[in-house]
């Protein structure tokens, strides 16, 4: 049994992480969209609630529909591969 509370506790550190290590990406990237001038206002307002539900989410308060995750994995391969 303490191995299995082991392993929670290592899987919930892990997904910690890359929760923060995501969040913290995604504010460089709207504090760069928020520094252009040529940034769109819609542009501006949607990275500021995506950070905003990042923030909510590190604080506990992420109450988003689940998405599938082989479909998200899906897309962000896709849109890596995207030409401008």
């Not at 709207?30 to 995506?50: F, H, L, N, P």
């Not at 109450?63 to 591969?81: E, G, H, M, S, W």
Request: with cysteine; proline share 2%; aromatic share 4%.
């Amino acid at each position: 049994m303490d191995d299995r509370i082991e392993d929670l506790e290592r899987e919930v550190s892990y997904w910690k992480r890359v929760a923060i290590y995501l969040a913290d990406c995604h504010a460089a990237t709207a504090e760069g969209v928020m520094d252009r001038k040529a940034s769109s206002m819609s542009e501006r307002r949607r990275q500021a609630s995506i950070c905003q539900t990042a923030a909510d989410a590190l604080d506990g308060k992420f109450d988003r529909r689940d998405r599938p995750v082989l479909n998200v994995r899906t897309r962000c391969l896709k849109a890596i591969n995207r030409q401008p």
